[in-house]
């Protein structure tokens, strides 16, 4: 069997593995655009603040790796352009040389990823703008950071308040442009508040509603310029989201955004193509239907039953509910289950329980708070979303409440889950188990 995969890094080689353990007659060939395999992106704003000592930390397995332990034909430099599903061949050129190339296929798996989007803005191509999607993106953001002293991070979400941490902790001046009305828009208002007074307290210069229209410079960036005004420095990284690498694969069903949809077994809209990570749809057993959040946990989980379905195996994707925790200095941001927006669109009827609660006994030494939103659904009781603002103890509950939503599990019960408990890690009743207690129906 000739099996193709495009794209070595988390979903593809995830996918790989599984074939190679699973199906010894399987020649595998791997098409990656970069010259990089298998490496957690997830890290690289901490190479930013020394937390992680260089890029090459990040490389779980080298491509030479792959090549001589498992027998894999990891090819570099291979951009697929097209793939012609009815002959069963992708076809490409080498970034390099331009030299064309085509593979046919029995089995193909598209894990390309995404990539970073950039707003057409004015002068974008000035040196000293980047974005960090990539190891040679970090590597040439770090040649450039030891000789600036400001730093401007356009986008107030994930990677854009990683970012702002990592560069902040360097001992540079930062600024946060940031086009919304709060940081974190999937937040609660009163929960984003919250980080937007972390920031404030860490010396960083907060703009919030401020579109970006552009830079300015001659051939290094100078300045940025927004409607509402222009503001001077020497480096900016912008992080306003990500887009599927999707483009070259035409007849396809997509999401509005361009991610391949598929079925339970990560199979695409055409026979023996799959599709798995961050170019691929994930369905939401919350929503009961096909969603985009792009993560390393569910690329590998995706890619793992990608490859143990083109091996002959039956297995299935059973989901997500929408789980992620950031780090944004002394605070933990946890999230899983729907937002407000999300559960209103379903049109159920949701009660919201916000509470300060602590992180551990009130009596032990050092408690701190957490603000806590938990949505649940009016009529049947069940739990729809939970989101954490906290310094200590967020990933603790959002894991538990992922659990508890994975299982369909009612508000009331909650109260019934035997945690762990001692002084030094929660109270008598865990901060999960607080809104139930008070506010729970009693039948």
């Given amino acids: 069997m000739k099996v193709v995969i495009i794209g070595g890094d988390a979903a593809g080689m995830s ?26 992106q997830c890290g690289l704003p901490y190479v930013i603040n020394g937390k992680v000592p260089n890029t090459e930390e990040l490389i779980a397995r080298d491509v030479e790796e792959f090549r001589s332990k498992y027998d894999i034909d990891a090819r570099i430099f291979h951009e697929v352009t097209s793939i012609d599903t009815k002959l069963q061949k992708v076809s490409g050129h080498d970034v390099n040389s331009k030299e064309p190339f085509e593979f046919a296929y029995d089995k193909l798996l598209i894990a390309t990823g995404a990539a970073p989007t ?31 002293k400001h730093v401007t991070v356009v986008g107030g979400g994930y990677i854009g308040l990683e970012v702002v941490e990592t560069v902040r902790e360097r001992g540079l001046d930062v600024r946060l442009i940031h086009q919304g ?16 007074e972390e920031a404030i307290s860490k010396g960083v210069d907060v703009l919030l ?3 970006t229209i552009g830079f300015e410079g001659e051939q290094v960036v100078e300045a940025i310029r927004t409607k509402t005004g222009t503001y001077p420095t020497e480096l900016v990284i912008v992080a306003t989201g990500v887009r599927p690498n999707t483009q070259f694969a035409t007849g396809f069903a997509k999401l509005e955004n361009g991610a391949l949809i598929v079925n339970e077994k990560m199979e695409a809209s055409i026979a023996n193509v799959y599709a798995a990570g961050d170019c691929a749809s994930h369905y939401n057993r919350l929503k009961q239907q096909d969603d985009y959040l792009p993560l390393g946990t569910t690329a590998n989980k995706q890619g793992r039953i990608a490859g143990l379905n083109i091996a002959g195996f039956n297995q299935k994707f059973k989901g997500i509910v929408g789980t992620s925790i950031l780090k944004f200095f002394d605070l933990q941001i946890g999230m899983t289950g729907l937002t407000n927006d999300a559960a ?9 329980y916000v509470m300060e609660v602590n992180d551990i006994a009130s009596y032990y030494p050092h408690p701190s708070k957490m603000k806590l939103r938990m949505l649940v659904e009016q009529q049947s009781r069940k739990l729809v979303g939970l989101q954490i603002v906290g310094k200590h103890g967020v990933d603790k509950r959002i894991d538990v409440f992922a659990t508890a939503l994975y299982n369909e599990m009612t508000f009331e019960e909650l109260l019934d889950l035997d945690l762990a408990y001692a002084p030094p890690f929660s109270g008598v009743w865990d901060a999960l188990m607080q809104a139930p207690k008070r506010y729970g129906k009693k039948n």
């Avoid at 996918?15 to 957690?40: Q, T």
């Avoid at 980047?130 to 953001?141: E, G, S, Y």
């Avoid at 209103?344 to 919201?352: F, G, Q, T, Y």
């Fill in 15 to 40: 996918a790989a593995m599984e074939i190679v353990r699973n199906n010894k007659s399987a020649h595998i060939v791997v098409l990656e655009k970069g010259d990089i395999y298998s490496y957690g």
């Fill in 118 to 148: 950039m707003p057409r803005l004015e002068n974008a191509d000035l040196k000293g703008i980047h974005m960090i999607k990539t190891i040679p993106q970090m590597n040439k953001l770090m040649e450039q950071l030891p000789n600036v």
């Fill in 181 to 196: 009305s709060q940081l974190m828009s999937v937040l609660d208002p009163e929960l984003a508040k919250i980080i937007y």
């Fill in 209 to 211: 509603n401020e579109e």
């Fill in 344 to 352: 209103d669109k379903s049109n159920a009827l949701i009660e919201a």
